[in-house]
């Protein structure tokens, strides 16, 4: 039997995959699947990530800049802080120390933790394998639109959220092609987030939405 990990509270086991504990408990659209673990692409996703803001926003947003706005949001409320698709860890790094990412793939977190060690684990952002109001902050970034069932995503991210706690997203909004995606109206999004519980705001830079939402 491989190496396992048991929950103290319940008294689950769960396996380790490549060297991550697998909480894996959902799916995923099945391009995005094969995507994901091809190792070219979390090898020169970095590249295409920071250059991906300013060519979807029109240049009206820099990756820099939302890298700012994202600290501004979340830190001043402290951790721990979560980082759901968290890809290569962009977000868990510039949260910082008390921050943890969460990813579907063994491929993407490989990468992430050779280029920004921290603290990973494979997790899918519709079940979040955490106590209810273990977070101060969660962060979710274009996985948004790679989400199966996004309501649940949101209302999930509400459940391990503190009284308090804040919300900070961005994402490929409508109208446009999907190519399989979650790809919302503003007012589909703003309304998606008020019934999981969000009181949201939402700035739409060209194709991109930038969102900020607290507990309400």
């Not at 190792?39 to 803001?53: E, F, N, Q």
């Not at 501004?72 to 290569?88: A, I, K, N, Y």
């Not at 949260?95 to 490989?110: C, H, K, N, R, Y």
């Not at 955490?130 to 996004?150: C, K, L, Q, S, Y």
Request: charged content about 25%; aromatic content about 12%; hydrophobic content about 40%.
């Amino acid at each position: 039997m491989g190496r396992q990990a048991r929950c103290l509270g319940c008294g689950a086991r769960y396996p380790f995959w490549g060297g991550f504990l697998d909480l894996r408990a959902g799916r995923e659209r099945p391009h995005l699947w094969l995507a994901n673990r091809f190792p070219p692409i979390p090898l020169l996703y970095d590249a295409w990530r920071r250059r991906s803001t300013g060519l979807l926003s029109g240049k009206k947003l820099s990756h820099a800049e939302e890298l700012v706005r994202l600290r501004e949001w979340l830190l001043p409320r402290g951790g721990p802080f979560l980082d759901v698709g968290t890809g290569t860890g962009v977000y868990r790094e510039a949260l910082g120390t008390e921050a943890v990412g969460l990813d579907p793939s063994p491929t993407f977190l490989q990468v992430a933790r050779w280029r920004r060690p921290g603290a990973y684990l494979l997790g899918h952002g519709e079940h979040l394998p955490f106590r209810t109001g273990a977070f101060g902050g969660v962060a979710m970034g274009p996985t948004w639109n790679e989400f199966w069932d996004p309501l649940r995503a949101a209302q999930e991210a509400r459940r391990v959220l503190r009284p308090g706690g804040r919300l900070f997203g961005m994402l490929l909004l409508g109208p446009g092609a999907t190519f399989g995606l979650f790809r919302p109206k503003e007012e589909e999004l703003l309304h998606l987030l008020e019934k999981a519980g969000f009181r949201p705001h939402l700035e739409r830079f060209g194709a991109l939405g930038l969102l900020r939402a607290e507990v309400s």
